[in-house]
């Protein structure tokens, strides 16, 4: 099955820079590509997803890169403020409909 | 939000106890899913449902049973709970397709003591 790997497990900025997030995945037939944010208390939720035919996607100061020759992909956040501190999940999908999810990355934006 | 509902929210049982945790959903999604989620471990699935009275198994699904009779709703059993399942779980649908959305409901902490 799937295997998904995510760094780092921790990530702390100050608010206004950068924050990237980094996923490697094994099954070369994957073809879609989401990220989850997780707030304090509550579920996960999608905030962008890629499919395998895209290089790249943007969502305001949210991006995706992926890589299909190296099987990775990539979360970027631009101008971080305190509300994007959260947990992130990467996931690649395998048979049966199934989501194989990473570990996660706890991101803190220090005001 | 997606509507699914998880109850309870919040659960303390004893060790050796039978829990049962459910997810209703108004969505009318093909797919349902249980993840339980722990420090260090991330979101690992424990089962899922792909139609009613259909399910298969997860990565984590020892100790673990779950049920289906309607479309909305998706039951998952501990049979006799142990300390290893203390967790945060998580029921999450998903509608047909490869590019869909999993909309996941608000948790259930479980502490078996």
């Known amino acids: 099955g799937e295997n998904v790997e995510q760094h780092p497990s921790t990530l702390s900025v100050q608010e206004g820079d950068s924050a990237v997030i980094k996923c490697t995945y094994s099954?070369?037939?994957?073809?879609?590509f989401p990220w989850y944010k997780q707030e304090l208390g509550k579920g996960p939720q999608l905030i962008i997803d890629i499919r395998s035919n895209v290089g790249e996607k943007k969502d305001q100061r949210i991006a995706v890169t992926l890589n299909k020759t190296a099987k990775h992909f990539s979360l970027h956040i631009t101008e971080t403020q305190p509300e994007d501190s959260a947990v992130y999940f990467c996931?690649?999908?395998?048979?049966?409909?199934?989501?194989?999810f990473g570990g996660g990355t706890r991101l803190m934006v220090k005001p | 939000d997606a509507g699914i509902t998880q109850s309870p929210r919040h659960k303390v049982t004893e060790t050796g106890t039978p829990v049962t945790l459910r997810c209703h959903q108004t969505?009318?999604?093909?797919?349902m899913y249980w993840y339980r989620q722990d420090p260090g471990h991330g979101l690992r699935l424990i089962h899922y449902?792909?139609?009613?009275?259909?399910?298969d198994k997860g990565e984590v699904s020892d100790g673990y049973s779950v049920s289906r009779s309607k479309t909305e709703d998706f039951l998952l059993t501990l049979e006799s709970a142990t300390s290893s399942q203390t967790s945060v779980y998580f029921c999450?649908?998903?509608?047909?397709?490869?590019?869909?959305?999993?909309?996941f409901g608000q948790g259930t902490r479980l502490t078996v003591v």
């Open positions: 449902s792909y139609g009613v009275k259909d399910t």
């Open positions: 969505e009318n999604h093909r797919y």
């Open positions: 099954d070369s037939a994957s073809n879609y």
């Open positions: 999450a649908t998903r509608d047909a397709g490869s590019y869909t959305e999993a909309f």
């Open positions: 996931a690649a999908p395998q048979a049966g409909n199934m989501l194989t």
